[in-house]
Nanobody
Framework: VQLQAFGGGSVQTGGSLRLSCAAS????????MAWIRQAPGKEREFVAA???????YETDSVKGRFTISRDNAKNIVYLQMNNLKSEDTAVYYC?????????????????????WGQGTEVTVSS
């Protein structure tokens, strides 16, 4: 399994960015895909996840601002980030884990994700 995230950059407060993650996954296996972030000097934090059926889960601090989506045919996961705040500044990681069911409820513990891509940096400044 290989994950490649891109789309980070610098943006002003209130701006938008879209992160993308190109995933190379094993066929016949269900995966939950998620985004984890790590701000400078802080622990890694769950941001959002999506299962194979398209059900999504977001941490409270990004609800209403961030949207996770996936294109199963292309194996791409997106994170649309709107109304960005300075506290969103972090390195964002695309992650994945095997699950038994397409409808599996994603874990919100970053330690449960086995596969990690390289991070992409997001900087939000006023």
């Amino acid at each position: 399994v290989q994950l490649q995230a891109f789309g980070g950059g610098s943006v002003q407060t209130g701006g938008s960015l879209r992160l993308s993650c190109a995933a190379s996954l094993n066929t016949g296996t269900n995966y939950v895909m998620a985004w984890i972030r790590q701000a400078p000097g802080k622990e890694r934090e769950f941001v959002a996840a999506i299962n194979w059926s398209g059900s999504t889960y977001e941490t409270d601090s990004v609800k209403g601002r961030f949207t996770i989506s996936r294109d199963n045919a292309k194996n791409i996961v997106y994170l649309q980030m709107n109304n960005l705040k300075s506290e969103d500044t972090a390195v964002y990681y695309c992650v994945a884990r095997n699950v038994a069911s397409r409808r599996a409820v994603p874990s919100q513990d970053y330690r449960d994700y086995r596969y990690w891509g390289q991070g992409t940096e997001v900087t939000v400044s006023s």
